[in-house]
Nanobody
Framework: VQLQESGPGLVKPSQTLSLTCIVS??????????WSWIRQPPGKGLEWMGA???????YYSPSLKSRTSISRDTSKNQFTLQLSSVTPEDTAVYYC?????WGQGTQVTVSS
């Protein structure tokens, strides 16, 4: 399985961050599979943000739930993260993940 994140590297405060994870070598509808978004702010540890499951169900970190939405496009075998009302504290490297499989990560900076 290969995962590849894509999206803008710079987002302005109060805007919505949108990232897409393109999946190859596996289907996002494969049974019992959950696709996650994880981020790592500078100098901090990994933070699980949320996931979308094989049947389309979504799960979010309580601390980010009010601002986070994860969706999928099964025809393109990809899933998307949207994080609204971003602040500089949302600056991080964002990863899409499936168990031991990780995307390369994409740096997102929130700045005016």
């Amino acid at each position: 399985v290969q995962l590849q994140e894509s999206g803008p590297g710079l987002v302005k405060p109060s805007q919505t961050l949108s990232l897409t994870c393109i999946v190859s070598g596996g289907s996002i509808t494969q049974n019992y599979v959950y696709w996650s978004w994880i981020r790592q702010p500078p100098g901090k540890g990994l933070e699980w943000m949320g996931a979308i499951g094989y049947s389309g169900g979504t799960y979010y970190s309580p601390s980010l739930k009010s601002r986070t939405s994860i969706s999928r496009d099964t025809s393109k075998n990809q899933f998307t993260l949207q994080l609204s009302s971003v602040t500089p504290e949302d600056t991080a490297v964002y990863y899409c993940n499936l168990r031991d499989y990780w995307g390369q990560g994409t740096q997102v900076t929130v700045s005016s």
